[in-house]
């Protein structure tokens, strides 16, 4: 990074079609897997310097922005996470509010609680029924402490998701990222939790790690023998989607199927790629036609592809 370089002036990302705005920059959360620290990006949040109206702007003017519902996806909260603890949420909705006029389809992605009437605010700004998504994502319930102590509990994060469910918004869990050994061990928890919450959609994403990452895992004895196999073995290189610059190793599992397929069989619609999940529960097309392009077969066919 450049240090004359203002990392708190944040135009949008560009990737596959989406946009990815970031209305806060910076996270508490400090989930171990994240990338944004190796950005300049601290614990130390702050709201972004660019002015909403200038995002709007900027988003109109841009050659690949397709504007209205069929146009370009808008997702929310990918350089820190928009609705951070103990502040004030106001910034965020404002800018939800404002790109909701742009009648874009819009995704907002938060490991942070939010109050019933916050999320009763936020579910009246949608210009048509589902323009807005909301996720959360979630590795673990035992071990959650050891990898994202600061963000919210996924209890609370669930809880906010069974709110914007009651007013009638869409919502899913990323499962992101898939822990061989730790998550699949959860599966029971996961389909209990996904019940009491009224969670019937989610995504299982595999892990997307580096050697810096493989080694905090290690310290905080979260490697398990899985992933080591595979962190000896598997050197392919993928890139992120809200990150595409850099190239990451991937950590998959045997039992990441066996995982799927029991929320199958518990009536949860699973994703393996987590723009797939966006598209099918806006309505709208896949921005980046995955199916045709897909070398970690991640295409579940739901059927949302046309061709
Ligand atoms: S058809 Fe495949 S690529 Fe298209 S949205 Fe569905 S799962 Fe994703």
Request: net charge neutral; aromatic share 12%; with cysteine.
């Amino acid at each position: 990074m450049d240090k004359t370089e203002n990392i708190y002036f944040r135009l949008p990302d560009f990737s596959q079609n989406r946009f990815f705005v970031s209305p806060i920059l910076g996270c508490e959360a400090r989930c171990l897997f994240c990338y944004i620290y190796n950005h300049g990006y601290t614990t130390k949040y702050r709201e972004n310097e660019l002015r909403i109206s200038d995002l709007i702007n900027w988003l109109t003017n841009h050659e690949h922005f397709t504007k209205g519902k069929h146009g370009s996806l808008i997702s929310i909260g990918a350089w820190g996470d928009p609705f951070p603890k103990n502040y004030p949420t106001a910034t965020t909705v404002d800018w939800i509010e404002k790109l909701c006029e742009l009648e874009n389809p819009i995704q907002v992605i938060s490991r942070f609680k939010l109050d019933i009437d916050t999320v009763e605010k936020i579910s009246k700004l949608p210009v048509y029924k589902n323009q807005i998504l909301f996720s959360t994502s979630i590795s673990s319930f035992e071990k959650w402490q050891e990898t994202d102590n600061f963000a919210d509990s996924p209890f609370d994060r669930l809880q906010t998701l069974n709110y914007f469910s009651q007013f009638d918004i869409p919502t899913n869990v990323m499962i992101k990222p898939y822990l061989p050994g730790i998550t699949d061990l959860e599966i029971d928890r996961f389909i209990e939790e996904f019940e009491k919450n009224n969670v019937k959609v989610c995504v299982v994403g595999v892990f997307y790690w580096e050697d810096k990452i493989v080694k905090l895992m290690d310290r905080k004895h979260l490697l398990t023998n899985e992933m080591k196999a595979i962190a000896e073995n598997d050197k392919m290189r993928h890139q992120l989607v809200c990150n595409p610059n850099e190239g990451y190793n991937t950590f998959d599992g045997k039992n990441l199927d066996v995982f799927c397929e029991k929320l199958k069989r518990n009536n949860i619609v699973v994703f393996k790629n987590s723009t797939c999940v966006n598209a099918w529960l806006l309505e709208i097309e896949h921005p980046s036609k995955l199916h045709k392009n897909d070398p970690l077969n991640l295409c579940v066919k739901c059927g949302n592809c046309k061709n």
